[in-house]
């Protein structure tokens, strides 16, 4: 794989970047990348726009895209993006940009080189269950009174990821709390039955569970006598997220995010986490700019990770299964079958375990969350059963 470092050159109407890789063909990409603008911080919010419309390109031609953050003196200073891609950028090109309010879209089209490796699974669509978060600080909250800043927060991540154009996509927010603390621990003690209840009731096959560990506040920071002065406070914010499998049960992803930014609000004051006033302070901001980059940072993650399904019934040798358009499932695409083997460890934990059968199925219709399949070449289908998993047979060698 090659690396490729390129040189973003920002002016107010034009970008331009310009890579060269000899006997290769480019393929074009159009994304429109979107970011709110701060504090009348207009050329700032050019900026991450164009970094977002990048991103979804880059990962729609393959490209692998990870967000690194650096913290100096608790302060974020510094928001790179770092892209390992398997191909290259030939040219960009501005196609328009567009400012709402306080909000800044720019739509680029994109001339990208084929990657030399590709991952098959990313040409399917994944579903990811968003969860509500866990506050497991009740008592930080007191402050401004935000007791409901778990579900504001997931609400808005929600929201983040389902405006991304990207191929993992998130399934109706799951809006009730659940206890998670163990699916952060080092014992691997967590519920299996959870993560299924959750991938069942999302028709999900992922699931992101996230807890809230700090929203502390530290010592005023304008000076006591100086009454006439309203009160600051420095607050943190750090989230912790976890991806699973609902199907494994096993842990794929886990990363934590911190930033702190000033609470400007009185300290009495009680404070609605759901209003423009609270999102666009710059603590409600911080927390919106972390929702971003776990934005591409899942998507890096679930890029080439596979796409599978439940068999929901059978009669005679049709099966429906629990995906279809919206997964990227097409008439005439060819599936396998894997049946559930459990497995039992020495501490009596059943370990799930997956054994692919010869059986392969062919989608006769297709609708927007389901399929119905046929046998391939009507042979018998011996000893498969409901809740069966379905796997993608990619259309690529």
């Known amino acids: 794989m090659k690396r490729i470092i390129s040189t973003v050159v920002i002016a107010s109407s034009w970008l331009s ?7 290769t ?5 159009e994304s429109t990348g979107h970011a709110s603008i701060k504090n009348g911080d207009i050329s700032g919010a050019k900026s991450a726009a164009i970094k977002d419309a990048i991103t979804q390109a880059l990962v729609f031609s393959g490209a692998r895209v990870s967000s690194m953050q650096t913290l100096v003196d608790g302060v974020l200073t510094q928001d790179q993006l770092k ?20 909000q800044f879209a720019i739509t680029l089209r994109l001339d990208i080189f084929p990657q030399q490796e590709h991952c098959p699974a990313n040409q399917f669509t994944k579903f990811v269950a968003i969860t509500q978060t866990q506050l497991v600080n009740r008592e930080q909250a007191r402050m401004g009174q935000i007791f409901d800043i778990d579900k504001a927060t997931s609400e808005a991540l929600y929201k983040t990821l389902s405006k991304s154009a990207m191929n993992a996509k998130p399934t109706a927010y799951f809006n009730f709390p659940i206890r998670v603390s163990e699916f952060f621990n080092q014992q691997y003690d967590y519920s299996n039955a959870l993560l299924e209840e959750i991938s069942s009731r999302s028709n999900s096959q992922y699931v992101l569970l996230s807890q809230i560990v ?5 010592d005023k920071l304008n000076n006591s006598y100086a009454f006439w002065q309203d009160e600051t406070y420095q607050r943190s914010y750090k989230v912790d997220f976890a991806l699973f499998d609902g199907t494994t049960y096993e842990r794929l992803w886990q990363k934590s995010y911190r930033s702190q930014a000033i609470w400007p609000f009185e300290k009495t004051k009680i404070i609605d986490v759901y209003s423009e ?13 972390i929702n971003q980059t776990v934005s591409y940072d899942l998507q890096a993650a679930m890029a080439c990770l596979e796409t599978q399904g439940k068999i929901l019934h059978i009669e005679n040798n049709k099966l429906i299964i629990n995906l279809g358009t919206a997964h990227g499932i097409e008439k005439g695409q060819r599936l396998s079958i894997a049946h ?4 039992t460890d020495a501490a009596g934990n059943k370990m799930p375990h997956l054994i692919t059968t010869l059986n392969q199925l062919q989608v006769e219709q297709v609708y927007k969350q389901s399929a119905v399949a046929v046998s391939v070449d009507q042979q018998p289908l011996p000893n498969i059963q409901i809740n069966d998993v379905v ?3 990619s259309s690529e060698p």
């Open 17 to 23: 970047i310009s890579l060269f890789s000899p006997n």
């Open 25 to 29: 063909i480019a393929q074009w990409y």
């Open 83 to 102: 892209i390992n891609s398997h191909g290259e950028i030939q040219k960009i090109e501005m196609i328009s940009e567009d400012r709402k309010s306080d």
């Open 214 to 218: 700090d929203i502390s506040n530290s």
């Open 277 to 289: 006033k609270f999102w666009s302070s710059d603590y409600g901001q911080s927390i919106a700019d």
């Open 340 to 343: 559930h083997n459990y497995l």
């Open 391 to 393: 796997e993608l047979i």
